[in-house]
């Protein structure tokens, strides 16, 4: 085959153009330090990224998941434990009252101070988290009990919610994260409280006020036992937030390892690639002869 000065040219041209196009990758590798900048460049590479990237981004949320839930049941263990302080006191004016040395001016104190703290538990009760009430089940945006300034000694109606609030923190996996209204700021809590101050105020005997300790107790002990529910709902949602974290770690080490480049592999076959293409501008600098062209100048 007879090979022209043409095809030397061309020859030389296109493996030049290919060289640059090689030492053009590398380049975009170093700059984005990923191994592609096109999804063409490798299908399969492109492929496996939109997959990890997807575990990342699920994870994630999860995440943001775990700090609404974290939000919810810190609150409302902050909010049974001014209750259970309440019952407690409570409590205390329970048994003062019973004594037979109070007379009844000392009563009437108490049944005010009573009063007070019925109102205070149901203030608790309204507690209003990020604009959310979070002891009224998944009515969030009306409080449990309404019309608070104006009680003046009456009963306070039940709270209306009774759903449970769920959030999913993990795959297929949904938390209870509220508290249920009725089992702790429920009608006989607080019908309880304003008889009991009803009977302060009237000629009762003290054995039927130390009768009221039984039912305060109860009541005691529900806001405790909710309570401890609540505390075991949060170690277990530590325990998705420490699996989440592994999750995400994994699944972060899985994208980068698909996706970014080896930059100390990258940078040898830069350099590499260079020096090639040196030695191929020197010998076609070599090969091409002079033409006609180079002597009319």
């Known amino acids: 085959m007879r090979v022209t000065q043409s095809m030397l040219s061309n020859n030389m041209l296109r493996n030049l153009s290919n060289s640059y196009a090689e030492m053009g ?13 096109r999804p063409s460049q490798d299908p399969v590479v492109a492929m496996k990224g939109i997959n990890y990237r997807q575990q990342v981004t699920e994870v994630e949320q999860f995440q943001r998941n775990i700090a609404e839930v974290h939000n ?14 309440a019952m407690q006191r409570v409590r205390e004016l329970t048994v003062q009252a019973s004594n037979d040395t109070y007379e009844e001016g000392q009563r009437e104190n108490i049944a005010k101070e009573i009063r007070q703290l019925k109102e205070h538990l149901g203030t608790i009760a309204n507690t209003k988290v990020n604009d959310k009430y979070i002891f009224n089940g998944t009515n969030t945006t009306k409080p449990p009990f309404e019309n608070m ?9 039940p709270a209306t919610g009774a759903d449970e609030v769920r959030i999913e923190v993990s795959s297929g996996v949904k938390l209870q994260t509220n508290v ?6 429920n009608q006989e809590l607080f019908k ?17 006020i130390s009768d009221f300790l039984d039912k305060f107790d109860g009541h005691t002990g529900n806001v405790v036992n909710e309570r401890a529910d609540l505390g075991a709902r949060m170690n277990r949602v530590e325990l998705v937030e420490d699996r989440l974290e592994t999750q995400k770690v994994s699944a972060t080490k899985m994208m980068s390892d698909n996706e970014d480049a080896d930059i100390e592999k990258v940078i040898t ?8 293409h040196r030695a191929a501008m020197g010998v076609g600098a070599r090969i091409i002869q002079p033409t006609l062209m180079d002597f009319l100048r």
């Open 25 to 37: 990758k590398y380049q975009d590798q170093l700059s984005t330090g990923k191994k592609i900048s």
């Open 72 to 85: 919810w049941m810190d609150n409302s263990d902050s909010a049974l434990d001014k209750a259970t302080q």
């Open 149 to 157: 300034e104006a009680l003046e000694g009456t009963v306070i109606p």
């Open 180 to 185: 249920l209204p009725g089992r702790v700021f």
């Open 192 to 208: 309880d409280l304003e008889e009991f101050a009803q009977a302060l105020e009237g000629d009762t005997a003290n054995e039927e």
């Open 269 to 276: 076959d830069l350099k590499t690639q260079e020096s090639v």
